[in-house]
C-alpha cells in the first residue's frame, strides 16, 4: 500500500521533482560543508602556518607531531637563554600570526585547543621562571633570566589572551599564578607583586 508520501510524490511534475531534488543536494551540501566566512579563512591561514609548531604538518616530508611541546619541555627542564631560543623564536612567530586574526574572530581563536594551551602555558612558564625557586630579592630581578626581548615576547602573549578571553579571564589566571609562585603568599602582597614579571606595566612594549 503506497504511502502519503509516495501519493504525495506522484501527484508532482517532473520538473517540480526535478527541483526538490536540486534543493535537496543544495542543502545538504550547505548542512554538511557550511559556507565559509573570514574567521574560517583566516584560521586555516594561522594553522598552516603553524603547521609542525602548534598542529601537525600536512607535508608528508616533515616529521609527524607538533614542536610546541618538545620545545616548551626541554626549555622547563634547562631554563635559560640557550635552551629556550628555539622556543622563544616560535612563540614570537606564533604571536606574529595571531595577530592577523580580526578582532570579532579573536574569541573563537581562542577556543581552537592547541592556541589555549600554547599561550596560557607560556605566559605560565615566562612568570614561573623569572621568579624562580623562591622570591627574587627586589623588584630589580623580577626578570630573572629573561632579556627585555624575552619581557616583550611575554606583554605579546599578555595581549592575545586579553584579546581571546577577556581581561576578567586575564586577571582571575593571574591572581592563580600570584598564590601559586612559591614563597609568594608568604610575603604581604605589596612587597611580592613587584617582584613578579605579572607586575610588569606592558604598555612600555606596546
Known amino acids: 500500500m503506497a504511502s502519503s508520501l509516495d501519493r504525495w510524490l506522484a501527484t508532482l511534475s517532473r520538473g517540480t521533482l526535478a527541483t526538490l531534488a536540486i534543493a535537496g543536494g543544495i542543502l545538504f551540501i550547505v548542512f554538511s560543508d557550511p559556507p565559509r566566512n573570514q574567521c574560517d579563512a583566516q584560521f586555516d591561514y594561522v594553522k598552516a602556518q603553524q603547521a609542525g609548531f602548534l598542529f601537525p604538518s600536512a607535508d ?10 618538545q620545545l616548551k619541555e626541554y626549555c622547563e627542564k634547562n631554563p635559560g637563554p640557550g635552551a629556550c631560543y ?33 599561550v596560557w ?6 612568570v614561573e621562571t623569572s621568579w624562580g625557586e623562591k622570591p627574587p630579592e627586589s623588584y630589580m630581578e623580577r626578570f630573572g633570566w629573561l632579556d627585555q626581548a624575552d619581557v616583550a615576547l611575554y606583554c605579546s602573549l599578555n595581549t592575545q589572551i586579553v584579546r581571546m578571553y577577556g581581561q576578567g579571564a586575564w ?16 610575603l604581604p602582597r605589596k612587597e611580592a607583586w613587584p617582584r613578579m614579571l605579572l607586575s610588569e606595566d606592558c604598555r612600555r612594549y606596546q
Not at 99 to 109: M, N
Open 60 to 69: 608528508k616530508s616533515v616529521a609527524k607531531g607538533v614542536s610546541y611541546k
Open 171 to 186: 586577571e582571575s589566571y593571574r591572581e592563580t599564578l600570584f598564590t601559586e609562585l612559591p614563597g609568594a603568599k608568604d
Open 86 to 118: 628555539e622556543f622563544f623564536g616560535k612563540l614570537r612567530i606564533m604571536v606574529r600570526d595571531l595577530q592577523t586574526i580580526p578582532d570579532e574572530c579573536a574569541s573563537r581563536a581562542g577556543g581552537i585547543s592547541e592556541v589555549k594551551e600554547a
Open 121 to 126: 602555558g607560556a605566559v605560565k612558564f615566562m
